[in-house]
Nanobody, 114 residues
Framework: QVQLVESGGGLVQPGGSLRLSCGAS????????MRWYRQAPGKQRDLVAS?????ITNYADSVKGRFTISRDKDTVYLQMNSLKSDDTAVYYC??????????WGQGTQVTVSS
């Protein structure tokens, strides 16, 4: 089992920045990849960014050049710059383990509004 806890969400003006954090605990040695998803009201949950234990990263086209995912031991970060109203969503941390298990955090709200 792996437990994930997100933090860092909040209200920010367009063009501003936020950094989300996700701390993992439990059987963290089984984690292969960590990911950030987001879900806006009435929309499906979409992958935003991912990072593997090898440091390989991937981003959704909509956030490339603005968001950066990084990892330090059992914590994954999402640095979000040049935020737009379309980035408003609940952001979820996710991890995928070597045993093909998947775990989710509880989510953190990001609201981009003036």
């Amino acid at each position: 089992q792996v437990q994930l806890v997100e933090s860092g969400g909040g209200l920010v003006q367009p063009g501003g920045s936020l950094r989300l954090s996700c701390g993992a605990s439990g059987r963290t040695f089984t984690i292969y990849a960590m990911r950030w998803y987001r879900q806006a009201p009435g929309k499906q949950r979409d992958l935003v960014a991912s990072i593997t234990t090898d440091g390989i990263t991937n981003y959704a086209d909509s956030v490339k050049g603005r968001f950066t995912i990084s990892r330090d031991k059992d914590t994954v970060y999402l640095q979000m710059n040049s935020l737009k109203s379309d980035d408003t969503a609940v952001y979820y941390c996710n991890c995928f383990t070597l045993g093909s298990n998947e775990y989710w955090g509880q989510g953190t709200q990001v609201t981009v509004s003036s």
